[in-house]
């Protein structure tokens, strides 16, 4: 189905067939068939490894492909089909293959943190494929990622920010990625393993007393509003012993933890609405770098070309 729609056009499940033969018949010898069925296998070891990225070769593009699985991205395939066609071809490097592949993550990953619907993700994914050029896929993709408006939209760095740092996160199926991704870029000389590691309410989901006390003033407003932020996330491998215990007593538990991602909160004095929001604040600095936003220029036009989505975010 996915080798059929990498032109661009839909094909539903019931229409492989009906395809399939409309792309046969148009065929007016052996040899052409012959060469449609080699072009078929060879693009089946490219969807075999978009399947199971454990058989790409190139640790870059493996991670990539990872990452994308992880996601469950299937309406790209038919554009990660083009891109590796294009790969086999010699007409894209493999560092730009790298870096569309990071657009497409950035692009998908910014829109579940902001929480845009994905029904338009199938049509996008398809008008890119049936677009694809001959050169300059890098700047191509990123453009036209950058130009949807609406629920084709490439979230900018402040409506990121904005459901990064203050909306509710946990629970959606990227929410670990997240989590394992920002640990991940603090690069550990010596690796961690975290692969048992689970997410850690750092002010428990269940309100006791002496959380009370621990975030003072409005605590059942700052619980409701950022328990389940990223700011309140964190992983740990010992997850159960934690729990609801107090704030003194998960610091003194997570005192020898080689996971980064904790040493902030190992630093504060109390955790409550400021300490959350502080933590947020730089877990999304460290976002902005790993999912890049969309080309400025192409959503808000040439006279704007020269400034950042930061220096943006103050005007909107």
Known sequence: RHYAMKGGDNVYQRGI??????????????????AELIRMTNFSVIYASILNPSLEQTPSIRKRLTSLKTLDVGTSYPLLLRLFEARHSDKISIDDLERCLALIESFVLRRAVSVVPTNALNKLFLQWARQFPQENHVDWLHTSMSAGAGGRRFPNDAEFGENFKKFAQYGRGYTRYVLLRLEEAFGHKERVDLSNATIEHLMPQTMTAEWENEIGPHADSVHARLKDTFGNLSLTGYNTELGNLPFREKKAKLANTHIELNRFVLEQDRWDEGAILRRAD???????????GP??????????????????????
């Open 295 to 316: 080309v400025i220029a192409a959503v808000v036009g040439p006279a704007l070309a020269e400034r950042t989505d930061h220096e943006l975010v103050g005007a909107e």
């Open 17 to 34: 067939y009906v395809a399939t033969r409309g792309l046969l018949k148009g065929m007016s010898s052996p040899a052409e068939v012959e």
């Open 282 to 292: 730089a877990m999304f600095t460290t976002a902005i770098s790993l999912w890049p």
